[in-house]
């Protein structure tokens, strides 16, 4: 009996010492931290006249000195954070002098030492600064270490860091495929981090589209969005065809974005593939394209079994004049299930934005439509007729 109190209190007093430590240690991170921060600010006061003077000579024919002086490790860190947030900011000969800078200034060669820490935090922060400072030098072994860390936060700081450093276009290519050899459907991203590259991005691009890799595929058309890449134009044609489901479909929506002339046999062939996705990007472009010659295959892709397909043939039928519109009434008079329902949603989406038209030709055109509506349907509220007609008013955008 008396061994098993003493025990407890053998245990109580150890968990009290553990607790008086851990707070101990906090007070001491904590004043460490603030005597760092108070550091920090007395260098940014020491070094503002520098950073003045190196704002003024960064456009001018001459080359750039080192801070006076030994620098310790925080007013280093000081000074580099300054340079490399003007990096970010500018472009051409003055980011270039900022780089030569860096360099001669010793912090490109100290954060390349740092990858080889380890700690991991400050292998991280050294990938980070080593990509601000576009260190070249620095990618065989910034390729390492993303080739060591799993996919998560720190592999996106690797990623990018690698992204402005590089200056060869495989280096590049390795960095994508260990980001997309996690498996996850991360094509946006990678795409994102690509875009960083110091490199000619529309040549990557083009590279990248002919690539054998399918997911290297995809990532290059998910970054052309927004990008004028002319000569790409006859490799999506190829890709529109691709056998991989998910190229084909990033394929045809960038090609159709592109406003082409379609032919009647490649509206049919899209409309008719296999995969909803391209289904539902070439009925949404249809509209856009005012291709009125495809009518009747938006009308029976009200059918479609896929609620997108459905919605975007709606969609553009209302695009496509009166006869678009006509034709959408009579799949809400005629037509049964999910095409009748997802044409009354359209029209009730339509006929409700009465009065809301400042333009004189979409005044002109909603009167078009308002008499097709009331052909066919007397003249009702939409709301209560299209409810009554739906039966019990439910849902119609699902």
């Not at 061994?3 to 101990?24: D, E, Q, V």
């Not at 080359?63 to 007013?75: A, C, N, S, T, V």
């Not at 990248?208 to 995809?218: A, H, I, Q, S, T």
């Not at 391209?278 to 495809?294: N, P, T």
Request: hydrophobic share 45%; with cysteine; aromatic share 6%.
């Amino acid at each position: 009996m008396f061994s098993n109190i003493a025990l407890a209190y053998g245990f109580i007093y150890i968990c009290l010492a553990m607790i008086t430590a851990g707070i101990i240690l906090l007070f001491c991170m904590k004043i460490k931290h603030n005597a760092a921060l108070r550091k920090i600010e007395v260098y940014t006061a020491k070094h503002r006249d520098y950073f003045v003077y190196v704002q003024m000579h960064l456009h001018d024919d001459v080359k750039l000195q080192l801070p006076p002086g030994r620098l310790d490790r925080i007013e280093a860190d000081v000074i580099q954070a300054k340079l490399m947030e003007w990096i970010e900011q500018l472009k051409g000969e003055a980011r270039e002098k900022l780089l030569l800078l860096c360099r001669e200034a010793g912090f490109v060669e100290r954060d390349i030492r740092s990858l080889s820490s380890f700690r991991k935090g400050k292998r991280i922060e050294a990938a980070y600064r080593l990509g601000g400072m576009r260190a070249s030098e620095a990618v065989p072994q910034l390729l390492k270490l993303l080739a060591r860390t799993n996919y998560g936060p720190l592999a996106i700081i690797i990623a990018r860091a690698i992204a402005k450093s590089a200056d060869q276009p495989e280096q590049i290519r390795d960095m994508l495929l260990q980001l997309l050899a996690s498996g996850k459907p991360i094509h946006a991203l990678a795409a994102d981090i690509l875009l960083e590259t110091r490199l000619d991005s529309a040549s990557l691009l083009r590279r990248f589209l002919d690539d054998p890799e399918p997911g290297l595929v995809k990532v290059a058309l998910v970054a052309m969005w927004g990008q004028a890449v002319p000569s790409a134009v006859p490799t999506l044609d190829r890709l529109v065809g691709s056998s991989e489901k998910d190229v084909r479909a990033e394929a045809v929506k960038l090609y159709l974005s592109s406003n082409p002339v379609l032919k009647d046999a490649t509206i049919a062939q899209l409309m008719n593939d296999h995969e909803w996705e391209v289904r539902a990007a070439c009925a949404q472009a249809l509209g856009r394209l005012h291709a009125a010659g495809s009518i009747p295959l938006l009308a029976e892709a009200l059918k479609d079994d896929n609620w997108h397909v459905r919605n975007y043939s709606a969609e553009s039928l209302a695009l496509l004049g009166e006869q678009g519109f006509e034709t959408l009434c009579q799949a809400a008079l005629h037509g049964t299930g999910p095409a009748r329902e997802t044409a009354l949603y359209r029209i009730e989406r339509i006929m409700a934005k009465e009065g809301n038209h400042e333009e004189v030709e979409q005044m002109v055109d909603f009167n078009k439509k308002k008499l097709l509506y009331d052909r066919y349907f007397g003249g009702a509220k939409p709301s209560k007729r299209i409810g009554k007609m739906a039966g019990v008013g439910g849902d119609y955008t699902a």
